[in-house]
């Protein structure tokens, strides 16, 4: 029987804009290369005098990377921007990760997905340009393939904000995994209008913190920065918003901080749709992996938060920082590509990070609802 394939309705207008592209996936990046190209490598020269290629790779025990210049960039990157390996020998020596990225096949029992990494320029853009984030419909669709199409719909119902879809989502993630709910139920009733109405109602009762969910967002950003930050990568984008973060340490105006908070929701508010379209898109690529369970659907749900919540105070230090001016496309662009690029862990690292900083695998409800706030955007 073959299976079925699903893919988004923008994957086949990707294209790659090479020596155009404003943050090329060549640089300030780990780019690994597969074992079977770092054999095929063996043979290959390269450059004046002439180098073998797996000269160029750092072997450890998590793999094989590029070794990067000084200046942070791929060795094999031209002056123009273009691929020297690809202009030497052609498109067949790549590595497996530059050949395919941004895309992945991610294959299931009964169905292949065809996906778009949402860390390429290019993607975001086709994104921006996309009015919804739309899933073909699958056969022998499972009740998992359900939960995700229902996420993807929450965070693009526009008359709930962003934050509350994911604290929704959430909720609903964990009533199915601690029982509350069978997960066939959960996906045959849906969620009806009046429930939606009762959750956003009890959201909008509880007491929510401004600076409490901003300081988190400090904590987070700059805990996921910390390694980039002290291997010298990203650091142009990364030293300025540092030191703005850095006047927020000790005794700043809390009702100053509050009114910033207002006026950088607005300015943000301008991007709302890219933002449940990105955020639509990574449940897509990301929210569900072949052999998941419902606890691995709510752990990518919570990543998925922590990303949107750290690219927003990525945005409000951005904004800050250039004097509160009007948050520009490419700023949007430029914060959930390289936020992307950092928060890009392997399942196993995820989780390990997880448990790590969190001591759990899974946050509590009332932890995601601090990180995503309630602000209204
Ligand atoms: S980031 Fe995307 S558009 Fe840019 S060089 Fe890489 S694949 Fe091409």
Wanted: charged letters at 25%; proline letters at 3%.
């Amino acid at each position: 029987m073959n299976k079925a394939l699903i893919k988004p309705s923008y994957y086949d207008e990707f294209v790659c804009s090479a020596g155009e592209c404003p943050i090329s996936c060549c640089q300030q990046w780990k780019i690994e290369v597969d074992e079977a190209t770092y054999q095929n490598w063996k043979s290959l020269q390269i450059g004046e005098p002439k180098k073998p290629l797996q000269q160029f790779v750092a072997r450890n025990q998590e793999g094989n990377t590029i070794e990067l210049t000084k200046e942070r960039c791929c060795p094999f990157l031209s002056e123009t921007k273009l691929c020297n390996l690809v202009t030497t020998f052609g498109e067949e020596v790549l590595s497996h990760t530059c050949a395919t990225f941004p895309r992945e096949v991610h294959e299931f029992e009964e169905r292949t997905e065809y996906v778009l990494a949402t860390s390429c320029p290019e993607v975001v853009n086709l994104l921006h340009r996309l009015e919804r984030m739309e899933l073909p419909s699958v056969e022998n669709e499972t009740p998992l393939d359900g939960i995700r199409r229902m996420l993807m719909m929450l965070v693009q119902q526009e008359e709930i904000s962003i934050p509350k879809a994911l604290m929704i989502g959430f909720y609903l993630l964990l009533e199915i995994e601690e029982g509350g709910r069978s997960l066939e139920e959960a996906v045959e009733q849906g969620i009806t209008s009046e429930q939606l109405e009762e959750l956003v109602a009890g959201i909008d009762g509880m007491p929510f913190s401004v600076i409490n969910t901003f300081y988190e967002g400090d904590e987070l950003f700059l805990d996921i920065i910390y390694n980039y930050q002290n291997e010298g990568m990203y650091l142009s984008y990364l030293q300025p918003l540092v030191e703005t973060a850095s006047q927020y340490k000790n005794g700043y105006d809390m009702d100053v901080l509050c009114k910033e908070v207002e006026a950088f929701e607005q300015a943000f508010a301008a991007h709302s749709k890219l933002m449940r379209t990105y955020l639509a898109a990574e449940l897509f690529y990301n929210g569900l992996m072949p052999g998941a369970e419902v606890i691995d659907v709510a752990i990518k749900l919570q990543w998925i938060s922590l990303e949107y919540a750290v690219i927003r105070h990525a945005l409000f230090l951005q904004w800050k920082t250039n004097g509160k001016q009007a948050i520009s496309y490419e700023m949007v662009q430029e914060a959930i590509v390289l936020i992307g690029r950092m928060t890009g862990y392997e399942d196993k690292d995820l989780y390990e990070y997880l448990i790590d900083h969190f001591e759990a695998l899974v946050w509590e409800w009332g932890y995601l609802a601090l990180v995503v706030g309630n602000e209204n955007v």
